[in-house]
C-alpha cells in the first residue's frame, strides 16, 4: 500500500504546486468525503477514523468499535470474540481499530479532490473578480448589453467578466437600449453575494455626470477646476456647480470648452440632456442667484439662515423659466444649493400666487 500511498501524497502536493491549493486543506475536505462515504456504506456513526500523514505517507481509513460482552449496536460495537480477530489480546472496554481497504476509497478520493480544485478555482476568481470590481467602484466604465428583457425592459450587460443588470430604474428615460450596445453605466456599489459580486449599476446616477466631465475637462480631472454639487433629473436636466482654483482659468468656459464642444459631447452621450454649468459661490445668496439659471435673478433674500429658506426675486417676465417646466428648474437649484428657495417676481403685484417653492 505504502507505493500507492507515495504516488497518492506526491499528486496532492503537484495539485498544491500547480493550483495553489494547500494540501492541509485539500486532505481535510478528502478525510471528511469518506467518512461520509464509510458512514453511509458501513453504517457508522462518529467512529469513522481517517489518517492522512504525507509526511509518513500514511494514508488509512477505519472504524473504532467498543469490545462488549452483549453488542446493541453493530454499527459501535462487537463481541470480545469478534474483537479477537483484529486484535488476539481484545478485552471488554476495549476500543479495536478495524482497518478497510484504502484503496476502495481511491476513487472518492480524487473525486472530492477535483471538486475541492473546481471550487478552489471558482472562489479564487470570484475573489479576483470582486477586486477588479471593486476598483472600479463609483467609477464610469463602458459596458456590453447581452441582452434586453422584452418585458421589463431590464438590460444584461457585462463589465469585463462579469455579467450585471441594469434596471429599468437605472435607465435614463426615453432611451432604447438594444443588445449588442456599448454604454457607459456608472458603478454605483459593488458588494459580495452568494453567488460572487453583485454590482449596482446606473445610468441616472449623478456620479454618471461627474464622471463624464473628468474624461471630458482635463481641467477638472488635474484638479484645477473642481465640482462642488450636482443636481439631476436624468434623461431631462442636469445643473453642475464648478469652481477654480486658478485665476487663470475660467471653470465654466473650461467645461463649456471651445465653441461648446466639451460639453456637447456629454450631452450626447446622454440622449441630448440640457446641463447648466454654473459658478460655484461661498456666498449663499450669489450661489441661489446663479443656480437658478436661464433665468435672471434681481436679488436673494435669506428668510432663515438656520432652516436654509429664501426668497428669489425674479423680473416679471422670467417668473415661469425660473420655476421652469412643472417647477423643475426651482426644484434642481434647489438640491443644487441645499436651500428652499422661494421665487417671487420683481414687481410683487402680478403672480403673487404664482410661488416657485422647491424644497430641498
Known amino acids: 500500500m505504502s507505493n500507492s500511498n507515495t504516488e497518492f501524497f506526491e499528486a496532492l502536493r503537484m495539485l498544491e504546486k500547480e493550483k495553489g491549493i494547500p494540501i492541509d486543506y485539500l486532505m481535510e475536505r478528502i478525510k471528511a468525503a469518506i467518512a461520509i462515504a464509510v458512514r453511509r456504506d458501513y453504517g457508522a456513526k462518529d467512529n469513522v477514523q481517517v489518517v492522512m500523514d504525507p509526511e509518513n505517507n500514511e494514508f488509512s481509513v477505519s472504524l473504532l468499535?467498543?469490545?462488549?460482552?452483549?453488542?446493541?449496536?453493530?454499527?459501535?460495537?462487537?463481541?470480545?470474540e469478534e474483537a479477537r480477530r483484529y486484535s488476539k489480546k481484545a478485552k471488554v472496554d476495549d476500543t479495536v481499530e478495524i482497518q478497510l481497504e484504502t484503496k476502495q476509497f481511491g476513487r472518492i478520493a480524487a473525486q472530492t479532490a477535483k471538486h475541492v480544485i473546481r471550487q478552489g478555482i471558482r472562489e479564487a476568481e470570484r475573489g479576483q473578480q470582486l477586486v477588479e470590481l471593486q476598483r472600479r467602484n463609483?467609477?464610469?466604465?463602458?459596458?456590453?448589453?447581452?441582452?434586453?428583457?422584452?418585458?421589463?425592459?431590464?438590460?444584461?450587460?457585462?463589465?469585463?467578466?462579469?455579467?450585471?443588470?441594469?434596471?429599468?430604474?437605472?435607465?435614463?428615460e426615453g432611451e432604447v437600449i438594444r443588445e449588442g450596445d456599448h454604454i457607459k453605466v456608472y458603478v454605483v456599489d459593488v458588494r459580495e453575494g452568494d453567488k460572487g459580486p453583485r454590482v449596482l449599476i446606473s445610468r441616472t446616477h449623478p456620479g454618471l455626470v461627474k464622471r463624464l466631465f473628468e474624461m471630458e475637462v482635463p481641467e477638472i480631472f488635474n484638479g484645477i477646476v473642481e465640482i462642488k454639487a450636482i443636481s439631476r433629473e436624468a434623461g431631462s436636466r442636469t445643473k453642475i456647480a464648478v469652481m477654480s482654483h486658478d485665476?487663470?482659468?475660467?471653470?465654466?468656459?473650461?467645461?463649456?470648452?471651445?465653441?461648446?464642444?466639451?460639453?456637447?459631447?456629454?450631452?450626447?452621450?446622454?440622449?441630448?440632456?440640457?446641463?447648466?454649468?454654473?459658478?460655484?459661490?461661498?456666498?449663499?445668496?450669489?450661489?441661489?442667484?446663479?443656480?437658478?439659471?436661464?433665468?435672471?435673478v434681481v436679488r436673494v433674500e435669506i428668510e432663515?439662515?438656520?432652516?436654509?429658506?429664501?426668497?428669489?426675486?425674479?423680473?416679471?417676465?422670467?417668473?415661469?423659466?425660473?420655476?421652469?417646466?412643472?417647477?423643475?428648474?426651482?426644484?434642481?437649484?434647489?438640491?443644487?444649493?441645499?436651500?428652499?428657495?422661494?421665487?417671487?417676481?420683481?414687481?410683487?403685484?402680478?403672480?403673487?400666487?404664482?410661488?416657485?417653492?422647491?424644497?430641498?
Open 65 to 80: 468499535k467498543k469490545v462488549v460482552e452483549q453488542v446493541n449496536d453493530p454499527d459501535t460495537e462487537l463481541t470480545v
Open 247 to 296: 485665476e487663470n482659468v475660467d471653470a465654466v468656459g473650461a467645461c463649456i470648452g471651445a465653441r461648446g464642444t466639451r460639453v456637447a459631447n456629454i450631452v450626447e452621450e446622454l440622449g441630448g440632456e440640457k446641463i447648466d454649468i454654473i459658478e460655484y459661490s461661498d456666498d449663499p445668496k450669489e450661489f441661489i442667484a446663479a443656480a437658478l439659471a436661464p433665468a435672471r
Open 304 to 360: 432663515d439662515e438656520k432652516v436654509r429658506s429664501c426668497r428669489a426675486r425674479v423680473p416679471d417676465s422670467q417668473l415661469s423659466l425660473a420655476i421652469g417646466n412643472k417647477g423643475q428648474n426651482a426644484r434642481l437649484a434647489a438640491k443644487l444649493t441645499g436651500w428652499k428657495i422661494d421665487i417671487r417676481p420683481e414687481s410683487g403685484y402680478f403672480g403673487e400666487d404664482m410661488t416657485g417653492e422647491s424644497e430641498e
Open 138 to 172: 463609483q467609477e464610469l466604465v463602458t459596458a456590453v448589453v447581452t441582452n434586453v428583457d422584452p418585458k421589463t425592459g431590464a438590460a444584461t450587460v457585462e463589465i469585463g467578466r462579469s455579467a450585471t443588470m441594469l434596471p429599468v430604474s437605472e435607465q435614463i
